[in-house]
């Protein structure tokens, strides 16, 4: 079955950098196009950056645009993102899943990674 492990957030203070990593099994991840959404309490889940089967393809939300860099190892069934120059507004808990262009997402979602950016 599909399991999605987010690692990598914290507390951060603005204008500083974090890298997300996401363990994925139970599909076959190289032919699946990914994706990291963020949610804050209140609000949907909101889609942050989707990246290709080959990991050459790239999308990104404007808000985080030039700031975050997604990227995938095929090899290792991970896919990453680095977030630089981060600013309050991105405090959210971060998932990652299938998705980017007009794919939707599993219904399964990992336990997803808390980023706080707060001075």
């Known amino acids: 079955q599909v399991q999605l492990v987010e690692s990598g957030g914290g507390l951060v203070q603005p204008g500083g950098s974090l890298r997300l990593s996401c363990a994925a099994s139970g599909f076959p991840f190289k032919y699946i196009v990914m994706a990291w959404y963020r949610q804050v309490p209140g609000k949907g889940r909101e889609y942050v950056a989707g990246?290709?089967?080959?990991?050459?393809?790239?999308n990104y939300a404007g808000a985080v645009k030039g700031r975050f860099t997604i990227s995938r190892d095929n090899a290792r069934n991970t896919v990453d993102l680095q977030m630089a120059s981060l600013k309050p507004d991105d405090t959210a808990v971060y998932y990652c899943?299938?998705?980017?262009?007009?794919?939707?997402?599993?219904?399964?979602w990992g336990q997803g990674t808390q980023v706080t950016v707060s001075s």
């Open positions: 990246i290709g089967t080959r990991g050459i393809v790239t």
């Open positions: 899943n299938r998705g980017g262009w007009t794919v939707e997402p599993f219904d399964v």
